[in-house]
């Protein structure tokens, strides 16, 4: 039934098939292999075990240094607010020429500055915040700063 020829074209078709699967295969084992050549699959293994072990270290500082900055973004000024206004109102000296300025963290720690100015002098004044409150009498525009700042420091929030 089988001749010789049918045989040898079966045993060829076969080894080609044979063939082509090898040959994807050994594609496929150069992409996990990441197209370096390896004596063994456990050299493979190291390799990839060593990568993770730098990554978890490279994700550890990363976490610890995203802290910190976290840490110290909240003590930097975080709201700065201003107004001017005449503080000798119905006299005709000043103007608009006077100002309060808040400068805050996120904690509401921070100073108001603030200066009144008149024709002849001119007057700066500085209070310390801690926590959105002075120590010292505030001015009602001081006050006004410090909850706009306030505000402006929740939003963000």
């Given amino acids: ?17 044979l063939v082509i699967w090898l040959i994807r295969l050994e594609m496929k084992i150069r992409g996990i292999f990441g197209g370096k050549r390896v004596k ?12 993770i072990k730098a990554l978890e270290h490279s994700h550890k500082n990363t976490h ?22 005449n503080p000798f109102q119905g006299k005709g000296e000043g103007g608009n020429q006077s100002f309060s300025s808040a400068f805050l963290d996120e904690n509401g720690n921070g100073v108001v500055l603030s200066s009144l100015y008149s024709r002849d002098r001119v007057s700066i004044f500085s209070k310390p915040i801690n926590e959105f409150s002075s120590e010292y009498e ?11 700042a306030k505000g402006k420091v929740a939003n963000e929030k």
Wanted: proline letters at 2%.
């Fill in 138 to 148: 505030l001015t009602p525009e001081e006050k006004r700063m410090i909850e706009k």
């Fill in 1 to 17: 039934m089988f001749t010789v020829n049918i045989i040898v074209y079966l045993l060829s078709f076969i080894i080609l098939v």
């Fill in 40 to 51: 063994d699959f456990e050299e493979v293994m190291h390799y990839i075990h060593d990568t």
């Fill in 64 to 85: 610890a240094h995203v802290n910190n900055l976290e840490k110290r973004m909240r003590t930097g000024i975080r709201a700065i607010e201003t107004v001017r206004f």
